[in-house]
């Protein structure tokens, strides 16, 4: 690097350093001290080594670049202006209403293919982008990763820097700028770039220390990142919070604020830079790979024949990939047990096994996602939990991708209640945009998985341990938003899904000897319900019961609640309201009343009042 050269980048960065002052004044807000200490390594990133084509932000050799720490929102919008994808007036409308340019990036500004800003979050998606580009995409684009020091203490990080050093993620390079302070104090390792080398490297990891404000290192380190072979880069570069401005640089309290005076650090930083940047485009090749497809026959089963609904899910899945070579799975290290075994024999070249780590395992579904696959993720009902941050921000990043849950209720049996996915209905309900399905037999998961691969948004599949009898036929269909009335009476509704379906249906029998004609609905899409067939049966019927194996919080009965609101009906929700121990499936329904004889019960009562 010239003498030349070395000026302009260090005005560059003063320049996205006054720009994201700026922006921050004008909003009254936003984390311009974050932004300023990362200014040199964006600003060399930006001038000499980003690959992107501008005019063609969907090119698929284009670099990738994932801000982890996504408050430093302000500095990524200055780099937007400063290759001329933004001009000044939008980038001063920073934070304010129906602006692109939101406190934390998402989708809909160029350069931004996954929402950032819970903290963690980002990493673990660049990993996602890595692998894709490895093993799926096949090609040389870089992933770039810039991360904050304060979100390594988070376990999703390491969960990250874990998988890619063991998938050696050579396109991948962690810039991590050590700027000393968090939020409200100094971070863990404050400014030892040693102690984050030891950490790093023992994950496989090649790191390079350098000062974050001086141009030429942070050139050298960025050539070096990307001539690595065989393992990922992390960039550890000691930077200043605040730099170049004496009022804030390096002085803790100063997060998350715009700066008390504003045009006095402009004027300390030399005032307002109208520098351009080309930003180089791809010279690689721009076309991703496509796995071959070949013609295939969906599952088919017959009435009365018994299966689980994971095992149904496993060969529909396997199935649906031979028609459509988009189709991906991730595993959760569950896979003999969730029938994803089936995916991972068959699409060998496919499936990727995340271990135990559900966090990188969705992260890295939103990474394939935004590349254009179609992930399936797939692990325990109980177990998707541990990533429900990683969920929230995969809609929030606007993210296609499909969720799989099983072993789902008390009705896993004997293995007790750490096992039993019992609030994931609510969780995924809660999700905006989401889709919640909950098939009981194996052609409607066969049928739900094949209109899943379709849908936009979350989507989440809960599937069903023990075997269960087919009660429907192969060329049945199942639109999304609707139910099934299995049976039709006219003293009681009782709604169901999943396993409770089949004890509804052992319930209406007895029922009738009694004089009890009730309707039973498989409500196999919980959201969206199929609100217009509750409404005519409850209103038919004029009572309902619901029955889930799931908590009463936010599950399938209050989906029905909410869906009868407007035309109330006596309504009795059957749940597990208390908490399981260890038993055999059919005495974990009976426990927790959600079985036959409680259905039995519960309709009794609403007939006859309790006799």
Known sequence: MDEVDYRFLCELATQLRVDSVRAAAAAGSGHPTSSMSAAELMAVLLARHLRVDLTDPRDPANDHLVFSKGHASPL????????????????????????????????????VGVATGSLGFGLPVAVGLALTGR??????YQVWA???????????????????????LANLTAIIDVNRLGQRGPTRLGWDLAGYARRLGAFGWHTIEIDGHDPGQIDYALSDARATRRRPTAILARTCKGFGVSAV????GKHGKPLDDAEQAIAELGGPRRLTVRVTPPTGPGTAYGFAISPGSPPAYEIGERVATRAAFGRALAELANERGEIVALDGEVADSTGLDTFAEAHPERFFECHIAEQQMVAAAVGMQARGWKPYAVSFAAFLTRAYDFVRMAAVSRA??????????????????????????????????????????????ARLVEQAADLEGIRYLRTTRGETPVVYAPDERFPVGGCKILRTGDDATVVAAGITVHEALAAAGPLEEEGISITVVDAYSVKPLGAAELLSAARSTGRVVTVED????????????????DAPVPLVKLAVTGMPGSAAPAEQLADAGIDRHAIRRAVRALVRGGS
């Open 76 to 111: 990524l919008y200055a780099m937007l202006k400063a290759s001329g994808v933004i001009d000044d007036e939008e980038l001063l409308t920073f934070r304010g209403r129906g602006s692109r340019l939101q406190g934390h990036p998402v989708p809909s500004v160029p350069l």
């Open 135 to 140: 093993r799926l995409d096949r090609l040389p």
């Open 146 to 168: 810039l991360c904050g020091d304060g979100e390594t203490a988070e376990g999703s990080m390491w969960e990250a820097f874990e998988f890619a050093g063991q998938e050696g």
């Open 249 to 252: 640089e390096d002085r803790e």
């Open 400 to 445: 296609d991708l499909c969720l799989v849950g099983s072993h789902g209720g008390v009705s896993i049996g004997a293995d007790g209640p750490s096992q039993m996915g019992l609030e994931d209905l609510a969780a995924f309900r809660s999700i905006h945009g989401s889709t919640v399905l909950y098939p009981c037999d194996a052609n409607q998961t």
């Open 550 to 565: 799931h908590r009463p919080e936010g599950g399938l009965g209050d989906a029905v609640l909410a869906a009868l609101a």
